[in-house]
């Protein structure tokens, strides 16, 4: 039997958070202790499984800085001050801040730490309430509720747990250099696991850029002809090629490997960017499947994306890999929804469908140059799983340990020559990320071009004052310059991505524009001193207002029609990370005397194959599918719908009677939805945990 290739790579980064000497977000040590330690020590358990962890050299210099106390965060800031200390300001900040985490499995579970979560929702009286002991009990619950599922098991830890409350000023302490001591084995942990030859190490541009875009930002129009560019377009070819150049040499300096692969930020590819990664000496990079479709055309068979290809041009050559983004968004996405057994079996049974796929399609003898790449965060989704994801790791890497169909390898074993010369090479690729396979989430939005022309005008000054800087100032310049180039700041302009610190991203991008501007000693542009765009809320849920009784026609038919209605804010709702196939932008609801009122503003219109399915749980429960041109409705137990419209038209809008759910005056429906796309996706679950609480 010759078993399918299938090449993990888990991508840990995070964007340089320093400003004025603090981290303005916590985010490198709380997810260092929760997961950039965690995940990589489950690995001793299963050495036959080979994996890449892919790092970005921004999260290693923060951690760094953490360990040898040249940096600390605005969350241990606030969680060093003794209770009795705190200022009104500060109180409201650990309130705010404090219970930034997942409800369900970092709040929850915790009796002390959900006391205190169900106390602080009326922030108001938990000012005038919380005592001296509970400002130190959430003081030092935040903190401990990020140790990872290996971190917890330190002794001190296990007992401060059990403990539960009325903790001291000497075991807030204690928590706090426990915490630096798991950052302090990051680096040991990973030169040990190389060292076993059971991970490969490749790695990010210095801080995480779009590359296509430092190139050229005029390559987004290669996937969005119609796309309205910045004021001032950004083109530094040379900004690209440090910032690759210099994560590479970053790690050969600070832990002695060189690695010889490269995920680029966000899996963003264009020829040029291709042709400096080549100068490099790199061997090989990723993209996704959809740029590899993109860029081949009406001629791309699906089966392509599993033989890693080679890219030649007149520089040289480089493998390329292609992310399957089904699979890859399966872990990240929906199976924290799962049983874990059950998950991992279904990991294990996707692979072996597209073993028998690729069989029936090429032949067996395909399978000795076939790789399946499973690329994503290695941060983000476990605190969407109970205990931060290990009983599905374990399940998993216990499937593929015991599979005979099935093998693990790196991405550089992956991308050996075997592999690549399967199907005839590449000269071009379309410019895309791994998102759409284009560049909208970073460059389609006003408040992106913006930015972006900002940055450029910023660099262009650069450019003008070099000649008159001295060498240590341009570096420092230079640093500046790499670090607003990171595609963090723009991530989160616009509307696509909401989140409690979402204006923070903001406030440090200007900040380092301003520094870049005081380094050069030139006059600092008044559009930098204010911030771009306007603020988002972050509720996902908005009550309904009053009686609205729209008309079902499948279109908006009068600006005021919806206006007192209900929403969900799905689009809104996406924060860190990003699923392929968005098909929900909002959902919104509302009732009248009569009728319950459904509309679902898309993306897309539906096609043939896509389903949106309602899962009503309360008060009533049965399941209602939608798809283009009909409806289906399945229920356990009897319901009777006495009323029941529907349009699919510019938008999806339904009524059914109210007597369907509410015999008396209740009127709060409890529900999920999912959307199966023609993409083959997979599911897509609104929300991503728990359910919708609809207040009619």
């Not at 109180?91 to 499995?105: A, D, H």
């Not at 390329?320 to 049974?349: C, E, K, Q």
């Not at 909401?498 to 050069?520: G, M, P, Q, S, T």
């Not at 009777?640 to 007597?659: A, G, R």
């Amino acid at each position: 039997m010759i078993p399918l290739k299938v090449a993990i790579l888990w991508h840990y980064h995070q964007p340089y958070y320093e400003k004025d000497g603090e981290l303005i977000l916590p985010w490198v040590r709380l997810h260092g202790v929760k997961d950039y330690w965690d995940l990589p020590e489950l690995f001793h358990e299963y050495p036959d499984i080979k994996q890449t962890v892919n790092l970005v050299p921004s999260l290693n210099m923060q951690i760094d800085d953490y360990i040898n106390d040249r940096t600390s965060d605005k969350i241990q800031r606030l969680t060093d001050i003794n209770p009795s200390n705190l200022s009104e300001s500060q109180k409201r900040e650990l309130l705010r801040l404090f219970f930034l985490c997942n409800e369900e499995n970092m709040i929850l579970p915790n009796p002390r730490y959900k006391e205190l979560f169900v106390q602080a929702q009326n922030k108001e009286e938990a000012m005038k309430k919380f005592s001296l002991q509970d400002w130190f009990d959430l003081q030092v619950w935040y903190n401990l509720t990020w140790f990872g599922y290996f971190s917890k098991e330190r002794k001190p830890i296990k007992r401060l747990i059990k403990k539960g409350r009325n903790f001291s000023e000497e075991e807030k302490k204690l928590v706090m250099s426990l915490q630096i001591d798991v950052l302090r084995q990051i680096k040991n942990q990973m030169k040990m696991l190389y060292a076993l030859g059971q991970i490969e190490i490749s790695c990010t541009p210095l801080y995480h850029p779009i590359l296509p875009l430092l190139c050229d930002t005029q390559s987004a129009k290669q996937s969005m002809p119609d796309l309205k560019l910045p004021e001032n377009n950004f083109a530094f070819p040379e900004d690209a090629k440090e910032q690759i150049e210099g994560a590479v040499n970053y790690y050969k300096r600070e832990i002695g490997i060189k690695p010889t692969g490269m995920w680029p930020s966000e899996g963003s590819v264009s020829d040029e960017v291709l042709n400096i990664m080549i100068n490099a000496g790199l061997k090989w990079t990723a993209s996704d499947e959809g740029v590899l479709a993109a860029s081949i055309g009406s001629q791309y068979d699906y089966t392509e994306k599993y033989f890693p290809r080679n890219y030649i041009s007149s520089n040289g050559e480089i493998a390329m890999l292609f992310r399957d983004h089904s699979i890859s968004d399966a872990i990240g996405f929906l199976y924290s929804r799962w049983n874990p057994h059950d998950a991992a079996r279904d990991f294990v049974g996707r692979l072996n469908g597209i073993r028998n796929d690729l069989i029936n399609k090429r032949g067996e003898d395909c399978l000795n140059s076939a790789v399946v790449p499973v690329i994503l965060d290695g941060e983000n989704c476990w605190e969407f799983y109970q205990y931060n994801g290990l009983p599905f790791l374990k399940a998993l890497f216990e499937e593929l340990s015991n599979s005979e169909s099935i093998r693990t390898v790196t991405c550089s074993t992956a991308s050996a020559k075997e592999n690549v010369e399967y199907l005839p090479p590449i000269n071009s690729v379309r410019a895309g990320s791994w998102i759409n396979a284009d560049f909208n989430i970073w460059i389609g939005h006003k408040d992106h071009r913006k930015a972006w022309s900002m940055l450029a005008k910023a660099r262009k000054s650069v450019e003008e004052k070099k000649p008159e800087l001295e060498e240590n100032i341009l570096n420092n310049v230079m640093k500046e310059v790499y670090i607003a180039e990171g595609s963090d700041w723009f991530w989160w302009y616009g509307d696509s991505h909401i989140a409690e610190n979402k204006n923070d991203f903001d406030v440090l991008f200007r900040w380092h524009i301003v520094n870049i501007y005081k380094l050069i000693g030139m006059e600092i542009p008044k559009d930098v001193m204010f911030p771009i765009g306007k603020e988002y809320e972050t509720a996902k849920v908005v009550k309904q207002e009053g009686i609205v009784t729209p008309s079902i026609d499948g279109k908006v038919s009068a600006e005021d029609e919806w206006l007192k209605a209900g929403y969900y804010d799905a689009h809104g709702s996406m924060s860190a990370m990003h699923q392929v196939g968005e098909l929900l932008q909002k959902l919104w609801y509302a009732a009248d005397n009569n009728n319950i009122y459904l509309r679902f503003d898309l993306v897309n219109a539906l096609d043939d194959d896509d389903s949106i399915e309602v899962q009503f749980l309360n008060p009533k429960k049965f399941q209602l599918i939608i798809r283009q041109n009909i409806f289906e409705l399945k229920a356990d137990d009897e319901i009777t719908i006495n009323q029941f419209s529907y349009s699919n038209f510019e938008i999806v809008e339904l009524s059914f009677s109210k007597s369907t759910f509410f015999s008396d005056n209740t009127s709060e429906i409890k529900l999920e939805l999912t959307i199966m796309t023609k993409t083959k996706e997979g599911e897509i679950c609104y929300p991503r945990q728990g359910s919708l609480e609809l207040v009619m």
